[in-house]
Every structure is written in C-alpha cells, then in structure tokens.
C-alpha cells in the first residue's frame, strides 16, 4: 500500500474516531435523568482484529474525558468476532446485557446492532 494511502487511510480512521466519541459523550452527557454516580456500560462489536485499534482509540478518548475503566465507565468487549454470522448474536448479547451504549466498529457490526436494537431502546 502506498505511503499516500497509508496516510489516508489514517486520516479517515481519526476523522472516524473522532466523530465517534462525540456521539458517545453527547449519549452520554446528554442523558439527564442518571444520576452523575451512575456507571456507564459500553458494550463493543467487532468483526476484525484489525480495528482493535480502533476500539482503543474510543477508550483512550473516553479516559481522556474523564471516564476511568472500573471507576466510572465499564466495557464489554469479548474482542473481534471474526465471523461475520455472528454478528446478530453478538450485538443481542450485548442488547440483552442491557448496556447504556453500543460502539460498532465496522459497517457489517453496525448493521447487526441495528438489526436487534430496531425495536428497543
């Protein structure tokens, strides 16, 4: 792969990053009626170790706005999927973990969260 690409490539990963842990802090502080003690439980669908680095790329966001893995903020995250005929399965899990958010990394696992989420809240 060429460097321009490489670097392209980058740039669409923050942008990507960025974008998505405003989404979450908005969620997340938008959310008037918890109290500010209250945990927050993120849960995470992957589908390929290749976007790990994604996903700590949001918790590195979210330490930095303050919330502390144990302290404040818990994630749910069994790793990558890898197959991508679990993906329905996996973002169940996490609906019927009754987690506050979903971080789907990937347009298939995205798809699979809206899939099981289309009729909850």
């Known amino acids: ?23 979450a802090t908005y969620l997340i502080l938008g959310s008037s009626d918890e109290d500010e003690s209250d945990e927050i439980v993120i849960g995470v669908i992957n589908l390929a170790p290749v976007l790990d680095p994604v996903v700590g790329g949001f918790k590195d966001g979210m330490t930095d706005l303050g919330y502390v893995e ?7 995250y069994e790793g990558p999927i890898g ?24 347009t298939p696992a995205t798809q699979a969260v809206q899939r099981v989420t289309v009729d909850s809240d």
Do not use: C, H, P
């Open 70 to 76: 144990g302290e404040n903020i818990t994630y749910i």
């Open 83 to 106: 197959d991508i005929s679990q993906l329905d399965a996996a973002a169940q899990a996490l609906v019927d973990a009754d987690v506050d958010l979903i971080l789907s990394v990937s």
């Open 1 to 23: 792969m060429s460097s321009i690409m490489n670097r392209k490539l980058s740039a669409f990963a923050v942008l990507l990053l960025i974008i998505v842990v405003a989404i």
